[in-house]
């Protein structure tokens, strides 16, 4: 259930739309309209209503969405119904916080295995879960296979992780190195970039004290 050449901001905002329609179902809601989810996920009632007309009709005009219907379809259009795996390389500050924080209300997401390359932290205990050797990682993958991997290793140790994940098989990989990594076409390399998060936010509170 994925439509032809759809933009990457609608896909994000369909991510929100899931997430925020999890809230409504803790919340004990049944029946959702496009104006509560837009006010619920900071999103205009236009964009949700044009974002969803993109993939059919999933509810009656002025009547709502049912909660669990259209969550069950955005889950399919996102291809989450049944996420893979996600791995985290490093367990040094970044790696244990992320187990820490868990990936709770990210629908059905869980961190697998934690993997560094120090044997004084491999065999330790991070959230529950062993810490485990790299040299564990192609046999994870093979059997899961597939994985998102995370990379939260030091600065300068990124492209080795990379291209040790991309020998194991795996294909897609988000980087919380802003070093930059070279990958082979055929895999994915997302980075987790919180300055140009901050220049975004910079120039939208900068916009309004100007207004």
């Not at 739309?17 to 029946?31: F, T």
């Not at 990936?103 to 991070?126: Q, V």
């Not at 082979?184 to 309004?208: C, F, G, Q, W």
């Amino acid at each position: 259930m994925i439509a032809v050449k759809v933009s990457e901001k609608s896909i994000r905002r369909m991510s929100h739309y899931a997430r925020c329609l999890r809230m409504a179902k803790i919340r004990g809601e049944v029946i959702i309209t496009s104006q509560q989810l837009a006010t619920t996920c900071g999103i205009s009632s236009a964009a949700v209503r044009r974002d969803l007309s993109i993939y059919g009709e999933f509810g009656k005009q002025g009547s709502g969405y049912k909660v669990d219907d259209l969550l069950m379809n955005i889950q399919s259009i996102l291809g989450t119904t049944d996420p893979p795996s996600v791995i985290i390389v490093g367990a040094g500050s970044i790696g244990r916080g992320l187990m820490n924080s868990g990936l709770s209300g990210t629908g059905g997401y869980r961190y697998e295995a934690i993997f560094d390359s120090d044997p004084a932290k491999t065999g330790t205990s991070c959230c529950g879960k062993k810490i485990r050797s790299i040299d564990e990682i192609p046999e994870l993958v093979k059997e899961k296979k597939e994985v998102i991997a995370v990379i939260a290793v030091s600065t300068g140790s990124g492209q080795r992780a990379l291209d040790m994940l991309v020998d194991a098989g795996c294909s897609a990989i988000l980087s919380f190195t802003l070093e930059p990594l070279n990958a082979p076409a055929n895999v994915e390399v997302r980075y987790i970039e919180v300055s140009t998060e901050l220049d975004v936010l910079t120039h939208s509170m900068r916009r309004k004290e100007r207004a």
